[in-house]
């Protein structure tokens, strides 16, 4: 039987040679004398910073590149290459230097996170091998949370109802954050913080949500936003205006007229929107239910409180027709249901427009004032009488008096009823000197007649004969003279009294 030859086992020996070196310390006893030196062990960097990742070799190394690597194996990352430096995220911090091969990653992001390890190449005729690698500098990126963004309800929301806001960051490593509430800088108590993982597996977000119950004066409240992280020097805020979600109803009121408007006066009605927030608003005048063309609305103003308020008027004559109309002002607003305010037009009839006219009231009210003079005067007058009669009542009653009564008639006279004639008559003689009195009486079938003369009256010539006749039936027969003579000093009356 022929024998093979027999091959030689070097190259196997070279495979396990070769394998060998591909792991790290594999060459540790080649190239006595030469050294690569990697000092950080760790290093902590912020994103958006520069990266430093320092080497350097000792003069004497085999021909080969230096390289940076991030990771070990086959996942590995070529950072830097000494023949390729430019395609590569690193830069050499000193170009030109065959010994330091330190590099820098300018704007560090989180994902650059992890291992890295400088390693000396030996160049082969198969190509570039692992000669000498540092034992690699563990780096750890921490990322500042982003700017906060604080969001509130999609819809606007009354005083007395509940409004939920959420505060939210990302992007930041490590997870560890603190997030604060405040409402115009009085703490209030938040909804425990949600922290999950972001995009790039090393970053995370974080969402937070707090509960407010709106009131009317927020309209100038705020809420803020406050998050703190270890990357950050001071805190990021962020504000939330309360009057971007708070709606105010205004309050609607018609000006409404007491008394009846004249006829065919012009009435201005006012209708007054006040307290409303935002100041969005339509206000729109019916007659009778009917809109009216009143032209441009004012715009509304705004208060040192921060709300709006609206004055509109539109001008009506107080005709007949419009008598008893109903002028409804109603006002919309941020599209909520109408609220309205109506007031109602009264109309004076023609009598009561004449006595409601100033021409008129000025009439009356003269001679209101005419009225009240006169009652006045006659008033004093009637005083003044009065007074004179009761002082010379006062003085006269010494005076000497005569009365006569007239008999009850007798059924005999009944017949005498109709003659023309028929009168009754009484003749008083009174005397101004002091004498005996004398009565006559003088009988006769048709008259009688009485004749008294008084004794000289008090020498004061104010002094009065007073004489009291109660008028009565005496006789019916024509009037005669007077049996006595009328002298200078005597005073006569004469009464005559037609018989009813």
């Not at 606007?156 to 409004?163: D, F, I, L, S």
């Amino acid at each position: 039987m022929e024998l093979l030859p027999r091959r030689p086992a070097w190259p196997l020996t070279c495979l396990v040679l070769l394998s060998l070196r591909a792991w790290p310390g594999a060459d540790a006893q080649a190239g006595q004398g030469f050294e690569l030196r990697q000092p950080e062990k760790e290093m902590s960097v912020i994103a958006g910073e520069t990266l430093t990742l320092t080497c350097t070799v000792t003069e004497g190394g085999p021909i080969g590149p230096v390289r940076w690597l991030k990771g070990w194996g086959s996942g590995n990352e070529t950072i830097y290459d000494q023949k390729e430096h430019s395609s590569h995220r690193g830069m050499r911090a000193v170009n030109g230097s065959n010994t330091d091969f330190t590099i820098l990653i300018r704007d560090v992001r989180p994902e650059d996170a992890g291992t890295y390890y400088c390693v000396k190449f030996r160049k082969t005729h198969t190509g570039d091998e692992l000669y000498r690698h540092g034992e690699g500098t563990v780096v750890s990126v921490r990322a500042r949370p982003s700017n906060p963004t604080v969001s509130g309800p999609s819809h606007r929301a009354e005083p007395g109802k509940t409004a939920s806001f959420t505060c939210k960051t990302g992007g930041f490593f490590p997870s560890d954050i603190r997030v604060k509430w405040f409402k115009d800088r009085a703490p209030i108590q938040a909804q425990p913080i949600r922290i999950t993982p972001g995009p790039s597996n090393f970053t995370y977000n974080m969402s937070s949500t707090v509960t407010v119950t709106l009131q009317k004066d927020d309209i100038r409240s705020e809420l803020t936003c406050e998050v703190q992280h270890a990357t950050l020097t001071a805190p990021l805020n962020r504000s939330y205006h309360l009057s971007q979600i708070l709606r105010v109803p205004p309050s609607v009121l018609v000006a409404q007229f007491p008394d009846p408007v004249g006829l065919n006066k012009t009435v201005n009605f006012t209708c007054d929107v006040q307290g409303f927030y935002p100041g969005s608003v339509t206000v729109t005048w019916l007659e009778n239910g009917t809109e009216m063309n009143t032209g441009s609305p004012p715009r509304p103003t705004e208060t040192p409180e921060g709300f709006f308020e609206l004055r509109s008027t539109v001008a009506v004559q107080a005709v007949q027709e419009k008598n008893g109309s109903v002028f409804s002002c109603r006002v919309v607003h941020e599209g909520r249901d109408p609220i309205s305010g109506r007031a109602t037009l009264r109309v004076a009839a023609l009598d009561q427009k004449e006595s409601n006219s100033p021409n008129t009231n000025g009439s009356s009210l003269f001679i209101y004032v005419a009225v009240g003079v006169v009652c006045t005067v006659l008033a004093l007058l009637v005083v003044a009488i009065l007074f004179l009669i009761r002082a010379k009542q006062s003085k006269g009653k010494s005076s000497p008096s005569a009365r006569l009564h007239e008999p009850e008639k007798s059924s005999g006279t009944t017949t005498q009823e109709s003659d023309p004639n028929n009168l009754t008559y009484a003749d008083l003689n009174f005397t101004k000197e002091k004498k005996n009195i004398q009565r006559i009486i003088e009988v006769s079938q048709q008259s009688e007649y009485a004749c008294i003369q008084s004794s000289q009256a008090p020498a004061s010539n104010d002094n009065l004969t007073y004489a009291d006749l109660d008028m009565v039936h005496l006789s019916k027969a024509p009037r005669r003279p007077a049996p006595c003579p009328e002298e200078t000093t005597s005073e006569y009356a004469s009464v005559q009294i037609q018989q009813q």
